[in-house]
């Protein structure tokens, strides 16, 4: 149990392209799910905290208008890439919360989606 | 406050011996330390994870030791295998109110035959 999914797995993009990357909870209910940045050889960068339909919340630093969340349902959050640049290349991880039952505090994450930007 | 702190940043173990990997944090609030694995190319997943309230917790070959005054708790790899090279993530989180976890700098654990 406890599935995250991300799709795509991978993308490449020509610069100034938006990318959307899709985060499911397959077999729970997410009432918070997370989108992390990761780059190479370092750890995990949380960028934002979305609580389905309600307004996403961002990290210090982070631009909400570059990097798009939507938490649409309780199993289905969504983070855009507008207007990628190569600066936007990088490795993108989803996490999904259960916040009730049994491992309500555990964060699961997904596969993750390697983004790079030509 | 709300850094955790891993150490060592890499560690090499041979067969069969054991791995064991620090961490330490500042911030009391903290009553949820999980421990994940991540392999390259590939997201976190959960190995184990302690709350405060015991000093330590087994599952099969890994085991957390919690020391709460001391704000540190610590992984233990029994018998490592080679299948256990990877990226080791200390993390740590409220349970209730602030979700976040803060994640320590990762280890890189190589097990040579």
């Known amino acids: 149990g406890a599935v995250v999914s991300q799709h795509p797995s991978r993308v490449i993009c020509k610069s100034g392209t938006s990318v959307k990357i899709e985060c499911r909870s397959l077999?729970?209910?997410?009432?918070?799910m997370f989108w992390y940045r990761q780059f190479p050889k370092q750890s995990l960068m949380l960028m934002a905290t979305?609580?389905?339909?309600?307004?996403?919340?961002?990290e210090q630093g982070v631009e909400k208008d570059k990097f798009l969340i939507n938490h649409a349902s309780l199993t289905l959050s969504t983070l855009t890439v507008t207007s990628a640049h190569p600066e936007d290349s990088s490795f993108y991880i989803c996490?999904?919360?259960?916040?009730?039952?049994?491992?309500?505090?555990?964060?699961?994450f997904g596969p993750g989606t390697r983004l790079l930007v030509l | 406050q709300q850094q955790v702190k891993q150490s060592p940043q890499s560690l090499i173990v041979q067969k069969g011996g054991i791995s064991i990997i620090n961490c330490a944090y500042e911030?009391?609030?903290?009553?949820?330390f999980p421990w994940y694995q991540q392999f390259p190319g590939k997201g976190p997943a959960l190995l184990i994870a302690?709350?405060?309230?015991?000093s330590e917790k087994k599952e099969g070959r890994f085991t957390i030791s919690f020391n709460k005054s001391a704000k540190q708790f610590s992984l233990h790899i029994m018998d490592s295998q080679p299948g256990d090279s990877a990226t080791y993530f200390c993390?740590?989180?409220?349970?209730?109110?602030?979700?976040?976890?803060?994640f320590g700098t990762g280890t890189r654990l190589t097990i040579i035959p």
């Open positions: 996490s999904a919360r259960p916040g009730q039952g049994r491992g309500q505090e555990t964060q699961y």
């Open positions: 077999d729970f209910q997410a009432t918070t």
């Open positions: 979305s609580n389905e339909g309600s307004k996403a919340t961002y």
């Open positions: 911030n009391t609030a903290f009553d949820y």
């Open positions: 302690i709350r405060p309230d015991v």
């Open positions: 993390a740590a989180s409220m349970r209730v109110g602030n979700e976040k976890l803060t």
